[in-house]
């Protein structure tokens, strides 16, 4: 299994921007694919965005489309998230996880996940 590690999460206003990264371990990087998932307090963790092992698919929900931005570098092992114009709604832990197959919506098929990191809007 991959090992995933976030960063970038912290205390931003409304519409404001922040950058997530997650850096995997292991030299299959590029052989997975990727998606981000957030859990807001008394909410189940949903669905956020994912991308090919490729980079050629992407795929968003539809809460944050238009304003967020998955993309991934294959040579440093590191997929990102960019958030822009963040609501209060938007605050949650946010986690990255991979997969083995293609691109998909499902917790169930992710196998390995970070620890998260935790993103905050200020109204």
């Known amino acids: 299994q991959v090992q995933l590690v976030e960063s970038g999460g912290g205390l931003v206003q409304a519409g404001g921007s922040l950058r997530l990264s997650c850096v995997a371990s292991?030299?299959?990087?590029?052989?997975?694919?990727m998606g981000w998932f957030r859990q807001a307090p008394g909410k189940e963790r949903e669905f956020v965005a994912a991308?090919?092992?490729?980079?050629?698919?992407?795929d968003y929900a539809d809460s944050v489309k238009g304003r967020f931005t998955i993309s991934r570098d294959n040579a440093k092992n590191t997929v990102y998230l960019q958030m822009n114009s963040l609501k209060p709604e938007d605050t949650a832990v946010y986690y990255c996880?991979?997969?083995?197959?293609?691109?998909?919506?499902?917790?169930?098929?992710?196998?390995?996940w970070g620890q998260g990191t935790q993103v905050t809007v200020s109204s």
């Open positions: 996880a991979s997969r083995t197959n293609y691109v998909s919506r499902r917790e169930v098929d992710f196998g390995s």
């Open positions: 292991g030299r299959t990087f590029s052989s997975y694919a």
């Open positions: 991308i090919s092992y490729g980079g050629g698919r992407t």
